[in-house]
């Protein structure tokens, strides 16, 4: 053969899958002349298997698959493809299909949620004493005078659940409320269980979301104005 149809190669496993011609140079010596030899070798394409494969074990909004063979990670989209209805949620399938150097198919079991916590449960909102709120206001008003500084936020989420709160606390008398966008630059306050004390004597709106073990974000909710007055009665005689 042509030796142009050659190529030499240091590391034979950097071969894709196909059949091969290798040509074995000897060179000549003192005692021996130089001579050629030939053979033909397939390299086979690698089956997968539910042990190369890992979804991860918490909730994600998409499967985070990984594969991996012989302590290489492969790569998507050269090595494997994969599939799963996009529209489930909860124990969704995932199918692997290998490509390249990669044949067959594995399913693995991913654990899916895209849908946000919700305020819209019975007890859910912000609470404190017999009051509740569960969304953003436009406008709020201060006729809430309470001694209670006990502060409860309380989500709804049915299929990963809720794994933190985050709460701020605007200490203000103006009566319209703080934007979405406004929130945004705001630093709010990382609570596990959504369960916080205010300062005594203050007047404020609380803002709050939650966020659901996949990392979805509820939109914001917040209170009427509230005034938590500690301070008894001054009486002069």
Do not use: H
Not at 36 to 61: C, H, N, W
Not at 169 to 191: G, H, P, V
């Amino acid at each position: 053969a042509d030796d142009s149809a050659y190529a030499a190669v240091a590391d034979l496993s950097t071969l894709s899958a196909g059949r091969y011609s290798v040509r074995v140079v000897y060179p000549s010596t003192d005692d021996y002349s130089m001579a050629t030899d030939e053979a033909v070798f397939i390299v086979q394409q690698r089956p997968l298997d539910t042990s190369m494969i890992s979804a991860g074990t918490g909730y994600s909004k998409s499967p985070a698959v990984t594969v991996s063979c012989s302590g290489k990670t492969l790569t998507e989209g050269t090595d494997y493809t994969v599939s799963y209805d996009s529209t489930a949620e909860g124990d969704v399938p995932v199918t692997v299909e290998g490509m390249g150097n990669y044949t067959g198919t594995a399913s693995v079991t991913a654990k899916i949620d895209r849908t946000s916590p919700s305020f819209d449960g019975d007890d859910c909102g912000i609470s404190f004493a017999d009051n509740q709120w569960k969304q953003l206001l436009s406008q709020v008003t201060f006729g809430f005078f309470t001694k209670t500084k006990d502060i409860t936020v309380k989500a709804a989420d049915s299929i990963s659940g809720i794994d933190k709160y985050f709460y701020y606390i605007d200490k203000t008398s103006e009566q319209t409320a703080l934007s979405t966008s406004q929130l945004e630059t705001k630093s709010f306050i990382e609570d596990g269980d959504g369960k916080f004390t205010l300062d005594p004597d203050v007047q404020c709106v609380i803002y709050a979301y939650a966020v659901d073990r996949a990392g979805n974000r509820s939109g914001y909710i917040c209170s009427q104005g509230v005034t938590v007055d500690n301070t008894a009665p001054l009486l002069t005689v």
